[in-house]
């Protein structure tokens, strides 16, 4: 049985950072593209970040608004992903999600077989 689960949300201030795991258990993370989305109250679930294997190893690929501040990467001995998310702003409060898929939309939430259960982030002072 193949579970994501996500951890490390909570509240921080503007301009804190926050680290979040999703550890994955039933599939390995080597085998598939991994990805963050994330959804903010009433609104549709959007992406974040990617990372994807191609042949010269792993690429990073990030919504325009995060870049320079969200920082994707995978443990494969501990077949975890991590997002750190650096700079927050109130606008990043959202409960975030990790996915695991092989499809090759990395923007594209049909990409992604596999969900965590969610995380929630809040940035506020």
């Known amino acids: 049985q193949v579970q994501l689960v996500e951890s490390g949300g909570g509240l921080v201030q503007p301009g804190g950072s926050l680290r979040l795991s999703c550890a994955a258990s039933?599939?390995?993370?080597?085998?598939?593209?991994m990805g963050w989305f994330r959804q903010a109250p009433g609104k549709e679930r959007e992406f974040v970040a990617a990372?994807?294997?191609?042949?010269?190893?792993?690429?990073?690929y990030y919504k325009d608004s995060v870049k320079g501040r969200f920082t994707m990467s995978v443990d494969n001995a501990e077949n975890t992903m991590i997002l750190q998310m650096n700079s927050l702003k109130p606008e990043d409060t959202a409960v975030y999600y990790c996915?695991?898929?092989?499809?090759?939309?990395?923007?594209?939430?049909?990409?992604?077989?596999?969900w965590g259960q969610g995380t929630q982030v809040t940035v506020s002072s």
């Open positions: 996915a695991a898929g092989r499809g090759t939309a990395w923007t594209d939430l049909r990409s992604y077989e596999y």
């Open positions: 039933g599939l390995s993370l080597s085998d598939y593209h």
């Open positions: 990372l994807y294997w191609s042949w010269s190893g792993g690429r990073t």
